[in-house]
């Protein structure tokens, strides 16, 4: 059977009536997530703020009015110092079987968006190949495992741990304080190591490795070298809650830190003008979905 006629075929941003259609079509294509989950994930992206001109969900493709395909997108503004850029996340997408021909469309439409850095951190593995025919190129190669509770404590100063939901520290970034209390609304551990008067930010996401070891990833850090700094005490705060280790994307083991460096696991990948930093997944399906 040959490919429907193209004239009945089109690539769109995904709309509020499309919401239904598009968890349906994710549920088929993603048969360990239930439908429910899907909605979920477009409860928050309808909260998450968008920058002008980005679509709020990503795209679809449509068949004489009928979803064939998706992409989710996950546009956002960053600042770093005085830098702003704005990052999408190239999230979970489907293409029914029938009309894969045109998956090119909507990668097309995902991707055309100018000045903007694009990041996919769970492709699949058949999937390489086209990210890198896409201008994609990686910038973190594997996972490092740290036990930081077993860290000696930062220097002779006394470490105070604050949660963010508590007062922000004296000092504190307004955009980073932003940042940590919609985080820790998606189910993350939002932390600020505070010393000698200066607070340093820090967000986790609670996760099970291999299906039976609790565990921390780190989703936000200024820097690696910050949490390497801070790892005694916030390994400890993370142990008392029952998350004794931490995975933190990586190049190669980690100096200063007490673990082992997995090669090869969790490839991320980008496109665009920023390269992104170790440690930094914030605003992406890792943070908001658990993905």
């Known amino acids: 059977m040959g490919l429907p006629g193209v004239s009945r ?14 968890a349906d079509l994710l549920t088929c294509g993603f048969q360990t997530r239930s439908r429910g989950f899907w909605l979920d994930v477009f409860a928050r992206l309808k909260e998450h703020p968008v920058p002008a001109g980005s679509p709020r969900y990503g795209y679809l493709l449509e068949s004489e009015g009928a979803a064939v395909g998706a992409i989710l997108l996950i546009f956002s503004r960053l600042r770093r110092g005085d830098l702003t850029t704005i990052r999408c996340n190239v999230s979970s997408w489907f293409v029914q ?30 999937t390489l ?9 990686q910038y973190s190669r594997g996972l490092f495992v740290a036990l930081p509770a077993l860290q000696s404590r930062a220097g002779d100063a006394e470490v105070s741990v604050v949660r963010a939901a508590s007062a922000s520290p004296i000092g504190t970034d307004p955009f980073e304080h ?49 949490f390497v700094r801070f790892a005694g005490p916030i390994g400890r ?21 007490i673990g082992t460096y997995l090669d090869a696991r969790q490839p991320k990948y980008f496109k665009g003008p920023n390269r992104p930093s170790l440690g930094d997944l914030a605003y992406t399906e890792a943070a908001m979905f658990g993905i």
């Open 237 to 257: 705060v993370l142990a008392m809650r029952g998350r004794p280790l931490v995975v933190i994307d990586a190049n190669g083991p980690i100096p200063g830190l």
């Open 9 to 22: 075929i089109r690539a769109r941003q995904i709309g509020e009536a499309d919401v239904t259609a598009v």
């Open 97 to 126: 079987p029938a009309f894969r021909g045109y998956a090119s469309l909507l990668v097309s439409k995902a991707l055309g968006h100018k000045n903007v850095t694009y990041l996919n951190i769970t492709p699949a593995p058949h």
């Open 178 to 226: 932003e940042l940590l209390l919609e985080h820790a609304k998606y189910g993350c551990l939002s932390l600020w190591c505070v010393v000698a008067g200066r607070a340093t930010p820090f967000v986790f996401r609670p996760r099970i490795l291999k299906r039976v070891v609790p565990c921390a990833q780190l989703i936000y850090s200024r820097t690696v070298d910050d």
């Open 129 to 137: 190949p086209l990210l890198h025919a896409q201008g994609y190129s």
